[in-house]
T-cell receptor, first 114, second 111 residues
Framework: DGGITQSPKYLFRKEGQNVTLSCEQN?????MYWYRQDPGQGLRLIYY???????QKGDIAEGYSVSREKKESFPLTVTSAQKNPTAFYLC?????????????FGPGTRLTVT | SQQGEEDPQALSIQEGENATMNCSYK?????LQWYRQNSGRGLVHLIL?????REKHSGRLRVTLDTSKKSSSLLITASRAADTASYFC???????????FGTGTQLKVEL
């Protein structure tokens, strides 16, 4: 099966702890993305990577960090500096072409921080 | 920043009726895409329309794009209960391979 996997589906953490969300794809896509979605809202871009060992900040990168050491993997760390981390986190991937192409999404991770 | 604003925010219709949702955006774009999200799930790509296209069809979906008005519409014909979901437009503003998503329309199709 080709696609994107995110784990875990639900994650609970205490305030002040860092937490890492996993995202893996076997679609051979160069580009990967992390989004945050709050209830009743659209998606906001946290970080994206167009190629291995390179990534760029999105609109809301503060309090988050990423790495892209392998083409297949793009983990997101939610640090204790993120003031409001409870949200639904979505990972996506796409081919890189001259313009933004179709993005394929994982099932999401719902993070609750108390 | 969120470029697209969908209208209406929520829409409730009967099965068999058509559903129309609109998206307005602010800057010039390379393409506009529509996605669907079932509750608590990831998004699924529905259709992509390029800036030089005016209309596109895919099954029961019809998308129009008016670049002079910076707006797009998604029409779902003969809706089914299974079409119940949130629908998002997303724009490619030309800043690399990334999209800017709108706020979404929640569609409920009742039996």
């Amino acid at each position: 099966d080709g696609g994107i996997t995110q784990s875990p589906k639900y994650l609970f953490r205490k305030e002040g702890q860092n937490v890492t969300l996993s995202c893996e794809q076997n679609l051979n896509h160069d580009a990967m993305y992390w989004y945050r979605q709050d209830p009743g809202q659209g998606l906001r871009l946290i970080y994206y990577s167009q190629i291995v060992n390179d990534f760029q900040k999105g609109d809301i990168a503060e309090g988050y960090s990423v790495s892209r050491e392998k083409k297949e993997s793009f983990p997101l760390t939610v640090t204790s500096a993120q003031k409001n981390p409870t949200a639904f986190y979505l990972c996506a991937s796409s081919r890189t072409t001259g313009s933004a192409s179709e993005q394929y999404f994982g099932p999401g991770t719902r993070l609750t921080v108390t | 920043s969120q470029q697209g604003e969908e209208d209406p925010q929520a829409l409730s219709i009967q099965e068999g009726e058509n559903a129309t949702m609109n998206c307005s955006y602010k800057t010039s774009i390379n393409n506009l895409q529509w996605y669907r999200q079932n509750s608590g799930r990831g998004l699924v790509h529905l259709i992509l329309i390029r800036s030089n296209e005016r209309e596109k069809h895919s099954g029961r979906l019809r998308v129009t794009l008016d670049t002079s008005k910076k707006s797009s519409s998604l029409l779902i014909t003969a809706s089914r209960a299974a079409d119940t979901a949130s629908y998002f437009c997303a724009t490619d503003e030309g800043g690399g391979n990334k999209l800017t998503f709108g706020t979404g329309t929640q569609l409920k199709v009742e039996l």
